[in-house]
């Protein structure tokens, strides 16, 4: 069965410092695509980065890049040059790309960032 | 903006009582998600439908039920809501299945 799991509950981080947030997956799929979203305190959700299984290179969007190791199963957000407004729960997902669909998140972990 | 619109924003009913929740994609997308997110079981994948036909259904009640309209846009009815029922309910698009996807603000339901 597929599985996200995120270990860290809370996180802090100084402002302009860089943050790592750690997710690991089990999947038997050899064909699947990894998410970060974020999740501001006004709740909305916002995509920012994606992953496929057959990417070699890791994926980078502006402050953010997804450090993806294959073998360990594990799909890190790094978010470099922490700001005040990256504050916001941060939710690991995964997806199925063939054969039927399924969509899983993990449990989230909230980012506090300090001044 | 993600370009996903959903309404109403806040939606409060009693316990019994039948709702509908709807939502526009964004344009040229076919698929839309529906999600509950709730304090105690987290983000929770209802159902999927892909250009007016169901694809896929999660973690979705039996009174629940929901469909695509031609235009695309999609609505989640509830029905026979019980207080546990109370929770953001997202909706979602994207081009294909598996892409990333956008998520409109959420409709918050209350069940009292």
């Known amino acids: 069965a597929q599985k996200i799991t995120q270990t860290q509950p809370g996180m802090f981080v100084q402002e302009k410092e860089a943050v790592t947030l750690d997710c690991t997956y089990d999947t038997s799929d050899q064909s699947y695509g990894l998410f970060w979203y974020k999740q501001p305190s006004s709740g909305e959700m916002i995509f920012l980065i994606y992953?496929?299984?057959?990417?070699?290179q890791n994926a980078t969007e502006g402050r953010y890049s997804l450090n993806f190791q294959k073998a360990r199963k594990s799909a890190n957000l790094v978010i470099s040059a922490s700001q005040l407004g990256d504050s916001a729960m941060y939710f690991c997902?995964?997806?199925?790309?063939?054969?039927?669909?399924?969509?899983?998140f993990g449990t989230g972990t909230r980012l506090k960032v300090l001044a | 903006d993600s370009g996903v619109t959903q309404t109403p924003k806040h939606l409060i009913t009693a316990t019994g009582q039948r709702v509908t929740l709807r939502c526009s994609p964004r344009s040229g997308d076919l698929s839309v998600y529906w999600y509950q997110q709730s304090l105690d079981q987290g983000l929770q994948f209802l159902i999927q439908?892909?250009?007016?036909?169901?694809?896929a259904k999660g973690n979705i009640l039996e009174r629940f039920s929901a469909q695509q309209f031609p235009d695309l846009h999609s609505e989640l009815n509830l029905s026979s809501l019980e207080l546990g029922d109370s929770a953001l309910y997202f909706c979602?698009?994207?081009?294909?299945?598996?892409?990333?996807?956008?998520f409109g603000p959420g409709t918050r339901l209350t069940v009292t």
């Open positions: 997902a995964m997806s199925r790309t063939s054969g039927t669909y399924k969509y899983i």
């Open positions: 439908y892909y250009n007016g036909e169901e694809r």
């Open positions: 992953q496929g299984s057959y990417d070699e």
């Open positions: 979602a698009s994207s081009v294909a299945t598996g892409a990333e996807q956008y």
